[in-house]
């Protein structure tokens, strides 16, 4: 059942389809829930382990955090429950949002339910798998680097990263705070748009919030207005036949519905992996700090002092690939490499918002495409910079605030989703909607 249907549901219906969706959430085999939970009463809702939910455990995929009660609900899940929405599990994800696989959990990996030997991607793995298995209706991630859009795309489903700034923040547990949002991942773009209408708006409580009204997006969906939409031709060839056929086949259904097409060239994306991992890495290190075992979560016994107290619980506490993170994040930091790393990954964060803003001087749109690649084995991605490599169509986005939704456009011969995503200028979020409501229905997907 689509989310916009069940919401006209009446009370016995949605108890109903809250059993049901229930029984599918403990039949899967995709290991998509960390946990259900079936106290709510209102349509049911999957939410990414990172969100608050008030008395929830809520532990970001992570060993670190186990033991750990949210004491308040995030912005969005308030929201949630004032349109009618109650959430009935956590989903599962990389550890703090680490990931492009869904494989660095405590609670073990996610599997994509087109081919349980193949990952559904990351970080929001679970909440992906979970919609396209029919085990959620619709549900929450959270995109610093693409981890919305990516595992949409591997698991072909829609994703939307909103502009940075049209979530409210609050309650999400941060992992880079100048890129994190949190988004919808959804069954298709009209369900998109209620989710995102429902979630969006300012929030005092959270400082970055942009103070601006949000405008509807669902009464305005119009898939018959057209747009000049950008290519970007050097882009398309980091990718492989399969994304390569996806574009020819979606640049052939846009000019078909009337959309005009543009090609242009950007810099080379290992400049936004690069730039990304030093932001994101210096971010998490600081917004990591605060897991010492004093005040959250799970903490180390048989301590000598104080300091051991913090070493021995986040030795134990962390995974490898958020120790990772947290050494980098603390090098690039540090006095000696700071103006190195740190502030000239600020400045190439610069160049690329104004590569970005030439382009929406003559375009409506940018089309791209998500990964380089289908979704990959379980297992296959040990390497982590060939894991940091895969995120390069996604992570620019967030490094400039950009709005940017994924869906999927067909399949591969093996039967695996392909997206491609629509980029969009900062707090211009229609266009986006309107033009990927026309490409779905030329593609034809499900
Ligand atoms: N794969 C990217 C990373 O590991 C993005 C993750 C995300 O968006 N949370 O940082």
Redesign the pocket.
């Known amino acids: 059942m689509k989310l916009r249907d069940a919401l006209k549901l009446n009370k016995d219906e949605v108890k109903s389809l809250r059993e049901d969706i229930l029984s599918k959430a403990k039949q899967s085999k995709i290991n998509a829930y960390i946990s259900t939970d079936s106290s709510g009463d209102g349509v049911p809702i999957l939410v990414k382990d990172n969100i608050q939910v008030k008395n929830w455990s809520v532990t970001s995929g992570s060993k670190i955090l186990q033991g750990y009660i949210a004491p308040y609900s995030a912005t969005v899940i308030d929201k949630l429950n004032s349109a009618g929405l109650s959430p009935l599990g956590r989903a599962n994800m ?1 550890e703090f ?4 696989t869904t494989e660095s959990s405590f609670y073990g990996a996610t599997l994509n339910p087109h081919d349980i030997s193949r990952v559904p991607g ?3 793995g679970g909440s992906a798998a979970a919609v396209a298995e029919g085990s959620a209706i619709a549900a929450l991630g ?7 859009r ?1 595992p949409a795309s591997y698991c072909g489903v829609v994703g939307f990263k909103p502009t940075y700034g049209k979530v409210s923040r609050y309650g999400l547990g941060a ?2 705070s100048s ?2 949002q949190i988004g919808p991942i959804t069954q298709d773009i009209e369900d998109c748009a209620v989710l995102y209408d429902i979630i969006a708006g300012y929030d005092p409580k959270d400082s970055t919030s942009a103070n601006l009204e949000h405008t509807p997006i669902t009464p305005n969906l119009d898939a018959d207005k057209t747009y000049t939409i950008a290519v970007i031709d050097n882009y398309i060839d980091e990718a492989n036949s399969d994304i390569k056929e996806a574009y020819s086949l979606a640049i052939k259904a846009l000019q078909d519905a009337g959309h005009t097409i543009i090609h242009k060239t950007m810099s080379n994306t290992k400049y936004d992996i690069a730039t ?2 030093i932001i ?1 890495t210096a971010e ?1 290190a600081t917004n990591l700090a605060r897991y010492d075992g004093i005040r959250y979560g799970r903490r180390a016994e048989d301590v000598k002092n104080i300091k051991d107290l913090y070493v021995k619980t986040r030795s134990e506490g962390f995974g490898d ?1 958020v120790k990772r ?1 947290i050494l980098l994040g603390n090098f690039v930091l540090s006095s000696g490499y700071y103006d190195a790393y740190y502030l000239k990954a600020q400045q190439v964060r610069h160049l690329i918002r104004d590569e970005f803003s030439k382009i929406f001087d003559e375009a409506d749109l940018i089309l791209s495409p998500i990964t380089p690649t289908v979704a990959p084995k379980v297992g296959e991605t040990i390497d982590p910079l060939q ?2 490599k ?2 390069m169509f ?2 620019a986005i ?1 490094l400039v605030g950009l709005p940017a939704l994924s869906l999927p456009i067909m399949k591969n011969a093996d039967g695996l989703p392909v997206g491609l995503q629509l980029i969009a200028k900062t707090f211009n979020e229609q266009p986006i909607f309107n033009t990927a409501l026309s490409l779905e229905k030329r593609v034809n997907y499900n």
């Open positions: 990389d949002a680490m990931g492009s990351g970080s929001s959270s995109d610093t680097g693409g981890s919305i990516q992992y880079a890129l994190d990304y991992y994101a998490a690939e993170r894991m940091y895969s995120d996604t992570i967030n």
